[in-house]
């Protein structure tokens, strides 16, 4: 079956950093998304990861330990608008399998 | 504009009423999938589809059914709707042949079932 865990809430304050964990156990690994989603509206793609290590893209990184079925994504400077729901997805062989999303909250 | 349409996107029905959700992309995508997505469970494959007439389960395929008939519509049916049905369902979208399946997302179709 498919495993995958993250914090289910965080509050963070405008400018500050947040780093929102996920950890999986999964059958099969062909990479690992995140998605971002705001309260009434659908996913949308941030990153994906197949190699270990770090990937930039702006504000947002994402980090991935195969070996420790690991990942993080960092934002950076936050601003109110990244208020939202942030969605970890293993993809196996294009199965997809999502945690059950942390909503992180940006005070002003 | 590229996207993943669906219909409708609010439902109200009873139990026991056929209905279908339409889904449809305009990218030319070999890859559709549906998923339905619950409080405290996050977003749960329900069927996806490789290609036209290749169909295949996600996690939760049970009273559910979709087809392929053609690349760019996806239907979802429920032969017998049961208030366990009750969910927020999204259709998404990718191209196969990418490094990796990049998943574009319909905006959702809320269905209450009574």
């Known amino acids: 079956g498919q495993n995958i865990d993250q914090p289910t809430e965080m509050t963070a304050t405008e400018g500050a950093i947040v780093q929102i964990n996920c950890t999986y156990q999964?059958?099969?690994?062909?990479?690992l998304f995140w998605y971002q989603q705001h309260a009434g509206e659908a996913p949308t793609f941030l990153s994906y990861?197949?190699?270990?290590g770090l990937e930039e893209k702006g504000r947002f990184s994402s980090f991935l330990s195969r070996s420790k079925g690991y990942s993080y994504l960092l934002l950076k400077e936050l601003q109110m608008k990244d208020s939202a729901s942030y969605l970890c997805?293993?993809?196996?062989?294009?199965?997809?399998?999502f945690g059950a999303g942390t909503t992180v909250t940006v005070r002003a | 504009e590229a996207q993943v349409t669906q219909n409708p996107r609010y439902l109200i029905t009873v139990t026991g009423k056929k209905l279908t959700v339409t889904c449809s992309q305009n990218?030319?995508?070999?890859?559709m999938s549906w998923y339905r997505q619950d409080p405290g469970l996050g977003l749960r494959q329900i069927y996806y589809?490789?290609?036209?007439?290749?169909?295949d389960k996600g996690d939760v395929p049970e009273g559910y059914k979709v087809s392929r008939k053609e690349k760019r519509n996806f239907p979802l049916i429920l032969e017998s709707p049961s208030p366990n049905q009750t969910s927020l369902y999204f259709c998404?979208?990718?191209?196969?042949?990418?490094?990796?399946?990049?998943?574009?997302f319909g905006p959702g179709t809320r269905l209450t079932v009574l």
């Open positions: 998404a979208s990718g191209n196969r042949d990418r490094p990796y399946n990049e998943q574009f």
């Open positions: 999964t059958s099969g690994f062909n990479g």
């Open positions: 990861n197949v190699l270990d």
């Open positions: 997805a293993v993809n196996d062989d294009y199965k997809l399998s």
């Open positions: 990218m030319n995508h070999e890859y």
């Open positions: 589809s490789m290609n036209v007439e290749v169909t």
